[in-house]
Antibody, heavy 118, light 109 residues
Framework: QVQLQESGPGLVKPSETLSLTCTVSGYSISSGFYWGWIRQSPVKGLEWIGAISHSGSTYYNPSLKSRLSVSMDTSRSQFSLKLHFLTAADTAMYYC???????????WGQGTLVTVSS | QSALTQPPSASGSPGQSVTISCTGTSSDVGGYNLVSWYQQYPGKAPKLMIYEVNKRPSGVPDRFSASKSGNTASLTVSGLQAEDEADYYCSSYAGTNNLFGTGTKVTVL
């Protein structure tokens, strides 16, 4: 059974950088598929953030690309997100998910709430 | 690129059917047979119900079916059950992006 678990700070100050990690169990992230991030807020709804392939290629939402970095550590079975220059508009529930490709997310983490506030 | 458009709400009595639409453009829904549908309960992560327009993952009841015509995709829930009351979101591949719908709250009367 594939399981994903997000971890990271719940509160981040404006203009700072958000760092989140997703730990995967039940599947080797270097074996296949893509590993992605999605966020959800009452204002914007669900929003695809970006993804990294099992071989390390990255794919970013064009609207976030200039502030975003996604990486992976296969030895720890983890992939991570860094989002820079945060504003209140980045306040959301952040989910990590396995991405089969082309907008198909079959396994999701439980989500972690991130609030951007001073 | 804007979110895909869904009706805010839909409802039906137990045993009836409800259909949810998802409208995009030729750059997303209409351009690829890569539409997915997700079910979300309050406080929970979304669950994949349909992928590649009309395919059901293992374990999803066949009461859930979907289709696409032009720039609009549709999800139909037949034989409504109380457990089907949830939010439903469509999603589409859009080339350099993946778009989600605005969401539809399904109420079982």
């Amino acid at each position: 059974q594939v399981q994903l678990q997000e971890s990271g700070p719940g509160l981040v100050k404006p203009s700072e950088t958000l760092s989140l990690t997703c730990t995967v169990s039940g599947y080797s992230i270097s074996s296949g598929f893509y590993w992605g991030w999605i966020r959800q807020s009452p204002v914007k709804g669900l929003e695809w953030i970006g993804a990294i392939s099992h071989s390390g290629s990255t794919y970013y939402n064009p609207s976030l690309k200039s502030r975003l970095s996604v990486s992976m550590d296969t030895s720890r079975s983890q992939f991570s997100l860094k989002l820079h220059f945060l504003t209140a508009a980045d306040t959301a529930m952040y989910y990590c998910a396995r991405d089969l490709g082309s907008s198909v997310h079959d396994y999701w983490g439980q989500g972690t709430l991130v609030t951007v506030s001073s | 690129q804007s979110a895909l458009t869904q009706p805010p709400s839909a409802s039906g009595s137990p045993g009836q059917s409800v259909t949810i639409s998802c409208t995009g453009t030729s750059s997303d829904v209409g351009g690829y047979n890569l539409v997915s549908w997700y079910q979300q309960y309050p406080g929970k992560a979304p669950k994949l119900m349909i992928y590649e327009v009309n395919k059901r993952p293992s374990g999803v009841p066949d009461r859930f079916s979907a289709s696409k015509s032009g720039n609009t995709a549709s999800l139909t829930v037949s034989g409504l059950q109380a457990e089907d009351e949830a939010d439903y979101y469509c999603s589409s591949y859009a080339g350099t992006n993946n778009l989600f719908g605005t969401g539809t709250k399904v109420t079982v009367l």
